[in-house]
Each structure stands twice: as C-alpha cells, then as structure tokens.
C-alpha cells in the first residue's frame, strides 16, 4: 500500500460556477443581487414611471401673450393665452422649405382649434358648403351632422365669414370658412359636449383675429 493521499490530492475540482453555501440566499448567488436589482428598477423606469411622465407632460408648445400663428398663404391668426400650439409653426419661425404650413392647431385640453388654408377662387358660404360635405370629421363613423343653419361673422380686419355647427352625442364643434384675397381658410373646433369650463370666448376671439398679412402691407 503506498503512502497516504495528501489533502490537495483527495481534494475534488471545484465544478464551474459553483457559489460557496456562505454567498447563497435561497440558492441564489447574493453577489448578483445588486445588478439584478438594477435592471429591475430599469425595467420598472421604462414600464411604469416614463409613461406616466409623458401623460402628465402635454405636447406641444404654450402660446405667450401677442404670439401669432401662420399658415400658408399668408394667413395669421392669434391664439388666446393658456392655449397650446401642438402643430404649424408661430409667425416668425423658421417654415420648412416651401413656406408655412397649411395647417395650425392650438388646443386646450380637449378643444382644439384648427386653421388650414388652400387656394379658392369662390365664395365663403360656397367653401363652407363644400367643407360640411367633404370634412372628414362629418363623414366618419362618429356620425357628426350640422345643426342649424349657417350663420354669418365678421373678423377684427373687417372680413365677412360664415361657420356652422356640428355635433353628435359626444362631440361639440364648429366649422367656419373664410376667403382672404384668394385664398380659402378654413376653422374646425372640436371638442366634448358640456364642457364645464366653457371656452367659447377664446374661440369667438381667435376666429376673428383670422387675417392675411396682405391686409397689412397695403
């Protein structure tokens, strides 16, 4: 019999990642505790805490006091305080190539008020016609429909104008034309039924602030 195994010979190799009992919790390493907690709060941010911050954060940019808003054609209207521009471009900014946009909107919670313009050769009332039948808004599955007849306003710059409303059981709004030296404007406001906090003020006064800055050079 040959002589005794020293204890670095009966030792056996210790298997590849095999974790000391001393560094187990439950059979899991607690070395790696730290960095899964890590990605557990990582995972948490994305899911939970960023999407709550962009509902709580609205679009868009707030309109400041004398700010105004333009639109292909030379078409400017001038939204009211505390409202939000969340499309187009402010009078003054930097239009993409081409010009300004045909179509602005500012909003305020949920009513918003859009201005789009397009080259039109006829009428006010023929181009608010033409609006309350091919507006997508009154086509759609909502099933909005003019209520009323048309009615007449006149802007601040002394521009006659006509506009309708519209409405369903859960939609309030309006449409309302314009034509300013050949050019066809025309306004969508939408909004829910029975607002409590009713803006019809900021809307009278931001459709009558509707102009072309032709008006203005002349």
Do not use: C, K
Request: net charge negative.
């Amino acid at each position: 019999m040959g002589p005794p195994l020293t204890d670095q010979e009966t030792a056996r190799p210790t298997p590849e990642g095999w974790v000391p009992v001393d560094r187990r919790w439950h059979g899991l390493d607690r070395s790696t505790f730290p960095y899964a907690l890590t990605v557990l709060a990582l995972a948490v941010l994305l899911a939970i805490v960023v999407p709550w911050i962009d509902r709580q954060v609205p679009g868009g940019t707030p309109v400041r006091a004398g700010e105004q808003v333009a639109v292909a054609g030379n078409v400017v209207f001038v939204p009211a305080v505390g409202w939000t521009l969340t499309d187009g471009l402010l009078l003054g900014g930097q239009p993409r190539a081409g010009g300004y946009p045909a179509t602005a909107e500012v909003s305020r919670g949920p009513v918003s008020f859009s201005v789009t313009s397009t080259s039109w050769d006829g009428t006010a009332s023929a181009l608010l016609e033409q609006l309350t039948v091919s507006t997508e808004a009154l086509n759609d599955r909502r099933a909005l429909h003019v209520t009323g007849t048309p009615s007449t306003f006149t802007t601040a710059a002394g521009q006659p104008g006509v506009l309708a409303r519209y409405r369903n059981t859960t939609v309030d709004g309006l449409i309302a034309a314009l034509v300013l030296n050949g050019t066809g404007v025309a306004i969508m406001v939408t909004g829910p039924v029975d607002l409590p906090d009713n803006p019809a003020s900021d809307i009278t006064a931001m459709l009558t602030s509707i102009h072309s800055t032709q008006e203005l050079t002349r």
